[in-house]
């Protein structure tokens, strides 16, 4: 069984619906992280989670929001989807060995979403 | 300019050939380098992490040069496997001594028969 799985792999929706994309993990880190990718560019960070009473913006969190409703459990909801958060979704966990994010990151096999 | 550059490619190499790729970094204070790949939009999966005196694991070598702020990973003996996306990523260092990770866009690498 994957150590990060997240629900759904693939979804469709129209603009202005609420979405939630859910990840669980089985590694048992308390670092939980939830990031997009977009064609021709790196991954970028939304959001981050060192533990199940800390959550923190990353890069793009706006139109997004979180909840870490264990330390196996982080979901990310898009209040309202519009076009542009089209895009794969990975949501990653780590260990936290190190200080920040220098502890390997371990991905879940990603959720492929499109706002029509 | 972009925190972390690689060239997309894709490289183009014969089976059994070297290849090497760079990434530039632009802030001095970034702290610590990893490559990941990623086949073909599935999960990245580290590689291997970069270390200072540079390290090798098997068939791949990772080199780090602070003074130029460019991290390099070369494959020697490239399999058909190696036929992925190879992303440079690199911790910055923050204020908040929390940081930041900065994923690279990728370098695509193809391995032909």
């Known amino acids: ?17 609420r979405i939630m994309l859910e990840c669980s993990q089985t590694k048992g880190h308390d670092r939980m992280y939830w990031y997009r990718q977009d064609p021709g560019l790196g991954l970028r960070l939304i959001y981050y989670s060192f533990d199940v009473k800390d959550i923190n913006k990353g ?3 706006d139109g997004y929001s979180v909840s870490r409703q264990a330390q196996a459990k982080f979901s ?3 209040e309202s ?6 895009a794969l979704y990975f949501c990653a966990t780590s260990d936290s060995l190190g200080q920040g994010f220098t502890d390997t990151q371990y991905f879940g096999p990603g959720t492929r979403l499109t706002v029509l | 300019r972009k925190e972390v550059e690689q060239d997309p ?23 610590s380098f990893f490559w990941y790949r990623q086949d073909c939009r599935k999960e990245p999966k580290l ?8 390290n090798e694991d098997g068939r791949f070598t990772a080199q780090l040069n602070r003074a130029s702020q460019y991290i390099s990973l070369l494959i020697r ?15 910055l260092r923050g204020s908040s001594n929390t940081g930041k990770l900065i994923f690279g866009q990728g370098t695509t690498l193809q391995v032909k028969p």
């Open chain 2, 9 to 31: 490619g894709p490289f183009n190499v014969p089976e059994g050939a070297t290849v090497a790729f760079n990434c530039t970094y632009s802030n001095s204070a970034s702290q």
């Open chain 2, 47 to 54: 590689l291997m992490s970069v270390y200072s005196s540079g």
């Open chain 1, 1 to 17: 069984d994957a150590d990060v799985t997240q629900t759904p792999r693939n979804r469709i929706t129209k603009t202005g619906k």
């Open chain 1, 59 to 61: 890069e793009i969190s």
């Open chain 1, 81 to 86: 989807a519009i076009p542009n958060q089209t």
């Open chain 1, 76 to 78: 990310l909801s898009l």
């Open chain 2, 77 to 91: 003996d490239s399999k058909l496997s190696d036929s992925v996306t190879y992303l440079c990523v690199v911790n």
